[in-house]
């Protein structure tokens, strides 16, 4: 009987796992497409009416994103988890494709893979169309802006809490028909909302707003701001429109408005924007038609392109950076659009690179021409009068942009720029967003920034949040760089010569984080500290003076006394220096000037007692007696009563406190031959001061005194 052949159950299980792996391999290659049959929305896409999709920013920009795919990959469907991941917006990519179709705008296809895959459909590129038109429709955009405004004023504060204006540009809803709203958008709104009682100005610094009772009701209505506003909607854009050419001197009058660089930027940025950006500003936004490039880009650039070019409408020279073709999707794109959104965050910092346009899926944007950089100046930056501004301009502007949570991460000489005689930091591409709004947590596994000049944690550790001493460090090694010539290396210190900059080098660049200054705020005073003008020592200039005063230099006893005057707490200088001047020099000069012989003299007579660590030596307190009375002299010789009665007064105090006989040898003489006025003077100082009187009292029978003296001491 023949046996049974054995079955080889782990060969077909292989065989079975070879033919799952095989298929898999080809859906992932030639993934099968079914689509899915939804019925349009009735209503189709409005893009003139309230409601349509240039009011939502995801979809819309989805749309203009799903439009460049199609350009420069034509005939194939675009996966919407790309555009979620790329652009970094927290939502569901089957949710947006859906609601596109349901508006007719694409179809949609699921593969066996997992994607959400689109395609344009023709009423779709309608859409696209009427959009860039749309963007160009400067009173639409405002209409929605005022709307998005007070809607988010109701959302974010409906109790009539101020609230910061110039938050609104950082909220999603920030974006119509695809286009960011711009600062001057926002600035005019404001000035209109404000004008007709929808919302309410706060005195504050910085500058808030807050939604009146007249703009809750506008909200809960469910009416819009033309239907709220008695003036119809065609004088609603011409208000604006008209206004829109006298917002340059209107603003340095408004509150809003920004007066210099030391005051609140936020939403008052409008003094801030010259006239020929706002030109660019506020034409044609978001079309790449509105400027003429030169043919080749500028050489050096790694991510993108920077092309020299004309805004056609305006003449001015702006710069244009663009994504090359093969970078357009995935990270290089969200790069781009990180430098966009900084850009709009910090819009009108006088130190911040302005964003005058960009495209609505943050392929490429516009910034003014600025001529040189950081590195073009090198030679200039070696003397640290000029490197200081440039320092001054990096903390500002970081100091903004930490306060709201972003970490620039790549700051080096080529992305300072001079712009217009001021530094600017430009290249925000490899920001750090604030907490919330970055990527997924896992997405940083390699190094960000410059080595040399970022901060060696960015590179150790790329996944852990930074901080702004990271921003800190780099500051520290541009200005190794400027003053030493050097570029700076990975793992190797970098420090100028001895002097403050060595020390503010040393400390900004440490490799540990937390041994740095931890925010721009410390790294300022640091640096004021390091840079702080050591006063010279009065006593070394007063030596200088007197022996100048003594060789017959007119001006010295003028100039000493001033210096006494400045330094009223220096025991040295009025006990040892000021006695040395020669009363004959230092009469004259205190009596022109008879404040300054009142805080001279007062002063002197303060220190009497010395200090807590400093007595007054004996030798030293008959000097100051004998000085005193040499002034009381010349002032008494001189009917210069007013002087004569500081010095004397100075004079019986120190007699009083310190009896020194050596120098009542030189003061009773000269108190007996005092008469009349100049007695009377005397006799009053005495009477103020018992103890000093107690030592003339042998004048009380003497009958050659004068008789207002002998009165003055025989009372005691």
Known sequence: MARKPEIDQRAIEKHVKDIVKGYERAVRRNPIRVPIQTDASAEGVSMAGRGGIEGNPVLARLLLWLDVHAQQHPGTYADVTLFVEELL????????????????????????????????????????????????????????????????????????????????????????????ISGPDLHRTLDYLAGHSLIERVDTDPATVAISPEGVRCILSGRSVRDTSSSPTETIAQDLLIGEQQNATQTSRDQFAASDETHEWGVRHSAAVHGGDEAVRSQTPGDPKAYRREKFPLPGSTQADVFRATHKASGNTVAVKQLRVKSSVGMRAARMRREIEAGKVLDGHPHAMPILDHAADHTWFVMPWADSTAEDHWAELRDPQRLRPLVDALTSVLAEAHRYGWIHRDIKPPNILLLEGRWVLADWGTVRRPAGQTTKVDRTRAGIGTEGFSAPELFTHPSQRPQPSSDVYSIG??????????????????????????????????????????????????IERELAVIPADPLEEAAVLLEQANNGDSGAADAFLALVTDHTEDFELYAGQLPLLPAHLAAPALAHDLPQAQTVLQSLTEHVGGTGTRRVEYAEASRVVVWLQGIAAHAAAERQWDLLEEAMQALCTWDGFWDRWDARSTISPWLRSLKNEAAAVAAAALRDHPDSAAHFSHFADDRTVDPQIRRAVRQV
């Open 89 to 180: 917006e927290d939502e569901d990519p089957t949710t947006l494709a859906v609601q596109l179709e349901q508006r007719g705008l694409v179809d949609v296809a699921r593969s066996f893979a997992g994607s959400t895959d689109v395609y344009l459909t023709d009423k779709g590129r309608v859409a696209v169309y009427q959009l860039k038109n749309l963007q160009k429709d400067h009173a639409a955009r405002l209409r929605y802006t005022m709307d998005a405004f007070l809607r988010w004023m109701f959302d974010t504060a409906g109790n009539q809490t101020p609230v910061r204006p110039d938050l609104f540009l950082e909220t999603s809803v920030s974006t119509f028909a695809g286009a960011a």
């Open 477 to 526: 090694r541009v200005i190794a760089w400027a003053l030493t010539g050097s570029l700076p290396l990975s793992n190797k210190q970098l420090l100028p010569d001895p002097g403050p900059w060595r020390n503010i080098v040393r400390a900004a660049t440490r490799e540990e984080p937390s041994h740095r200054p931890q925010s721009m705020s410390d790294l300022v005073a640091l």
